[in-house]
C-alpha cells in the first residue's frame, strides 16, 4: 500500500507494484487498499487497473471501487 501511494514510485518500480498486487488477488489474497490506491494514480494504465478487477481474488465491492477511481480519474 505504502509503495502504491508513494509519489516517487513511478516507472518499473511502479510496474512491479502493480504486478505484486495482481499476484496476490490471483492467489486469493485481499490487497484492496493498494488495488485501490493504484487506480487513483494516472500513471497506471486504465486497462491493467480494470484487469486487477478479473482476477480471482477481486470481490464485487473491489471492482466497484476500482470503477469508480477510474472514473474520477477521467474527469480529473
Keep these: 500500500l ?3 501511494e508513494h509519489p516517487a514510485t513511478v516507472g518499473a518500480r511502479l510496474d512491479r507494484v ?3 498486487v495482481a499476484r496476490q ?3 486469493g489474497h485481499r ?3 493498494a488495488a485501490l490506491a ?3 494514480r494516472n500513471a497506471v ?3 491493467r487497473i480494470e484487469a486487477l478487477g478479473k482476477l480471482p481474488g477481486a ?3 473491489l471492482r466497484r471501487g476500482l470503477t469508480r477511481a477510474l472514473a474520477v480519474r477521467a474527469t480529473v
Aim: no cysteine; aromatic share 4%.
Design 59 to 61: 470481490s464485487a465491492r
Design 18 to 20: 502493480v504486478e505484486a
Design 31 to 33: 490487497p484492496y487498499a
Design 25 to 27: 488477488l490471483a492467489d
Design 38 to 40: 493504484l487506480a487513483a
Design 2 to 4: 505504502l509503495l502504491a
Design 45 to 47: 494504465a486504465a486497462d
